[in-house]
Nanobody, 126 residues
């Protein structure tokens, strides 16, 4: 059974930085894509970034490109989301997700991911 645990959320001022971590366990993830999604109050869950565990190909939402960086540490089975130049609109609960054999056309679709973490709150203040 795959288990994903996010950490690193918190309160930060606009323009600041945070690094989220997602520790994965339960299986070998070499064929998996790891994604970060977020959901703000009253809004649908949206794609933020994704990385292929094997090869390291990355994908980003336009709204975070150039500000956020997704990376992975295969030795630690951990995926990171470095968030810089945070904006008020980045406030949301951030979820880590994992899915096997996701086609590049579907990496931005939450339905493509089989496993989800419990989420971590990120709040950006003025």
């Amino acid at each position: 059974q795959v288990h994903l645990v996010e950490s690193g959320g918190g309160l930060v001022q606009a323009g600041g930085s945070l690094r989220l971590s997602c520790a994965a366990s339960g299986r070998t993830f070499s064929s998996y894509t790891m994604g970060w999604f977020r959901q703000a109050p009253g809004k649908e869950r949206e794609f933020v970034a994704a990385i292929r565990w094997s090869g390291g190909t990355t994908y980003y939402a336009d709204s975070v490109k150039g500000r956020f960086t997704i990376s992975s540490d295969t030795a630690k089975n951990t995926v990171y989301l470095q968030m810089n130049s945070l904006k008020l609109e980045d406030t949301a609960v951030y979820y880590c997700a994992a899915g096997p054999m996701i086609h590049s056309r579907r990496v931005r679709a939450s339905a493509a991911y089989d496993y989800w973490g419990q989420g971590t709150q990120v709040t950006v203040s003025a």
